[in-house]
């Protein structure tokens, strides 16, 4: 399935769950808290929750391990089909499997890792997108969304589509995403952003020209 028409497939079967809760307890339904929503759900980064304060380096080998461990968990531990859906060779996963701690056996062992996987990325989506409407919805109307948000996410989890994606577009796709994240959070002033996430100005702006960060 293209980005695209994941993105719709996610906007249809999502934003009518979203829509009965908006109207269930504001009233009203806000289309752009719908798309903000549903664009995070529809990203081919596989649904990888990045704390956005961490440096660049920091922030890209916490993406890299959580990557890897969904993935293991989604192909049940089973390098072989892993390594050929992510595009590289067997050696490359178990090389990082072992430079990134991870303990594959106890991976296997988790029978609902992916639900609960997936759950909790929902869940976070959906009270860091509701955190950036505070000031416009009254708090005793949010507080109530807030409350519905743990139910709605496993409700909204198991109808995702599920998403494969190679390594290096997994890669791109997070670069793309903590750079822009980080951009906007310092303003897009480049000199503050390099320094906040800790890489050299130039190399923030080959990044965002190589990527297409507008």
Known sequence: MTKKG?????KEKVTSLLEESMEKHWGITVPKIEDDITAKLGSPSLNIYIPPDLSFSAAKKTFK???LKRELRMHKGNIS???????????SVHRTIKDMGIDVDKLRKELDSSESYETKFVDETLRSTLDQYKEIIRPQKMEQMYQE?????RNIAKILPFKEVSWKDAEKEFEKQFLEKALDVNKHNITKTANKIKIRAETLHRKIKKLGIK
Do not use: C, N, P, Y
């Not at 948000?149 to 996410?153: F, N, P």
């Open 149 to 153: 948000v743990q139910s709605l996410s």
């Open 81 to 91: 089909h892993l390594a050929k859906q992510l595009g590289i060779d067997r050696r």
């Open 65 to 67: 391990a959580e990557f």
């Open 6 to 10: 994941l993105e719709e497939a996610i």
